[in-house]
């Protein structure tokens, strides 16, 4: 059972560490990450292995709870990769990769990489269509940091484009596009929300079109001091945003265009797992170790990625 305690026993031993991980990612038992089986697995009994190996008779193949994950041929000790994400789920705005560094006792090169990579884990493996049933939809975007090659003029062509879709009570979905026309709105929208959905946005241009395809589309104007209208607003996306700046400009205060969309990752599944929704610390950071299978991140491939 997890506590809510930065002295728990996986966040100081890399042997109950390795137990914790096995409980998160294979509930049911060992899963072969080379050939998917589940019967014929037998853990090895040699005083020489390593602790945590298994064999697998259908395909023959050895393997451990980190092979094929997010943490496979790592050196750095499993304890510390869950506390890493035990600090990264429950910091509301975030954790830096210096403070990381100090709390870990690792490099900052080390901690900035094993933030990308506890993101990398954030990401949703599915994404459903948002607003089903006639659910409230709200649509808005925002401008962050500045794109290379360019100079700070007025407007926000020289920023980094994020959009955001939010369900009334319900999750957010966020991504860096190239920009804000209506073409590129409409494909984020469309790739994302129901046709049955209501959405409620402000009144930009580039979402007049796209919200005739769905069941309704409500706007505030801002630009004439309107932010509600009985149930039409887009409070709630607002709102996020607040909890995305503040966590941009306070803790991490620099972003490459490049890992941008990882950020977004990062705070989107912090808001879908929130407290209100009754998640607390311990939950929402099973909730991400659950997703670290599966998915391998090199540090090359983290820095060049665009």
């Known amino acids: 059972m997890a506590t809510n305690n930065l002295n728990a026993p996986q966040f100081q031993d890399p042997d109950k560490a390795r137990q914790y991980l096995e409980a998160q990612v294979w509930p049911n038992g060992p899963v072969c990450p080379h050939c998917g089986g589940t019967e014929r697995i037998a853990k090895s009994k040699a005083k020489t292995h390593r602790a945590g190996l298994y064999h697998c008779g259908d395909c023959r193949e050895q393997f451990t709870v980190t092979v094929g994950s997010l943490f496979e041929r790592s050196k750095i000790p499993l304890n510390k990769w869950l506390l890493a994400v035990y600090l990264l789920c ?8 210096k403070q990381l560094e100090r709390m870990l006792g690792v490099t900052y090169k080390s901690a900035w990489f094993m933030a990308h ?21 709200e649509a808005d975007e925002t401008f962050w940091g500045r794109k290379p090659g360019t100079v700070k003029r007025s407007g926000y062509a020289h920023k ?25 709105i409409r494909d984020v929208l469309l790739a994302n929300i129901d046709r049955s959905a ?27 001091g309107e932010y509600s209208r009985g149930n039409v ?65 090199t540090y090359r491939r983290t820095h060049a990625q665009k």
Do not use: W
């Open 90 to 97: 429950s910091s509301k705005k975030g954790m830096s990769a």
């Open 117 to 137: 990579r506890i993101r990398e884990a954030m990401k949703p493996n599915t994404a459903p269509l948002m607003g089903g049933g006639g659910q409230i939809v």
């Open 160 to 184: 980094n484009p994020v959009v955001s879709l939010v369900e009334r009570g319900g999750q957010v979905r966020s991504f860096h596009v190239a920009d804000v026309k209506t073409g590129t």
């Open 198 to 224: 209501n959405l409620m946005t402000d009144e930009a241009s580039a979402y007049v079109k796209v919200g005739g395809e769905f069941a309704s589309h409500e706007t505030v104007k801002h630009g004439k």
């Open 233 to 297: 607003n887009t409070n709630t996306i607002e709102g996020y945003f607040s909890i995305f700046k503040r966590g941009m400009i306070g803790t991490y205060h620099k972003c490459g265009e490049q890992h941008l969309k990882r950020y977004a990752v990062e705070f989107d599944f912090r808001y879908n797992h929130r407290q209100s929704l009754g998640i607390d610390d311990v939950q929402r950071t099973e909730a991400a170790l659950k997703g670290i299978s599966g998915k391998r991140l």
